[in-house]
């Protein structure tokens, strides 16, 4: 939601509470690098209730890219140092 300035609390308030944070996220099961992974990878993410966007209201949507190590049949995190950069942003 879009903020504004609340004098009466000295605060920024969002426009539409009921929107402001509405979040969902979805991920896919790990792919192995040079494994067989044909075809598309089709994520859908579903924000719960369906609420429809007023024009105060924004939808962003962000895709992670997270590099894992598997040791004995476990996938773990690798150190923050081994990082992907963002580039550029449209």
């Known amino acids: 939601s879009d903020y504004t ?5 000295g605060k920024f308030e969002p426009v ?4 402001n ?11 192995v690098i040079g494994g067989n992974n ?3 990878i089709n994520l859908q993410c ?11 209201s924004a939808l ?3 895709v992670g890219i ?10 773990y995190s690798l150190k923050s140092d081994n990082a992907m950069k963002i580039k550029e942003v449209y």
Do not use: H, R
């Open 5 to 9: 300035f609340a004098d009466e609390i």
């Open 16 to 19: 539409n509470p009921k929107l």
């Open 21 to 31: 944070s509405l979040n969902a996220s979805v991920k896919t099961a790990e792919l």
């Open 38 to 40: 044909s075809g598309d």
């Open 46 to 56: 579903n924000i719960v209730g369906n609420p429809p966007l007023d024009a105060t």
């Open 60 to 62: 962003i949507a962000c």
């Open 66 to 75: 997270e590099f894992l190590q598997q040791m004995d049949g476990q996938f």
